[in-house]
Nanobody
């Protein structure tokens, strides 16, 4: 069982920055594929960024060049640095963990709200 706890959300003005953190339980953090998803009101949840063993990085097109995913294996924590925030980035951001095979278990955090507004 992996527990994920997000933090760092809040209200920020357009053009501002936030850093989200997700602390994971368990001793095999370095083997997980970690991701950040977001869900805006009335929309489907979408993948924002993903890190596989800290080396393979994936970003959705709308955040490329603005968001950066990174991991600290010693702290079992994944971060999402969000710069140049836009109102359309407003959403609940969820941390996700996928454990390696053969089980491939999915785990989700409870989410943290990011609001980009004047």
């Amino acid at each position: 069982q992996v527990q994920l706890v997000e933090s760092g959300g809040g209200l920020v003005q357009p053009g501002g920055s936030l850093r989200l953190s997700c602390a994971a339980s368990g001793s095999d953090f370095s083997t997980y594929t970690m991701g950040w998803y977001r869900q805006a009101s009335g929309k489907q949840r979408e993948l924002v960024a993903q890190s596989s063993s800290g080396s393979s990085l994936l970003y959705t097109d709308s955040v490329k060049g603005r968001f950066t995913i990174s991991s600290d294996n010693a702290k079992s924590t994944v971060y999402l640095q969000m710069n140049s925030l836009k109102p359309e980035d407003t959403a609940v951001y969820y941390c996700h963990a996928l454990t390696p095979g053969p089980l491939y278990m999915n785990y989700w955090g409870k989410g943290t709200l990011v609001t980009v507004s004047l």
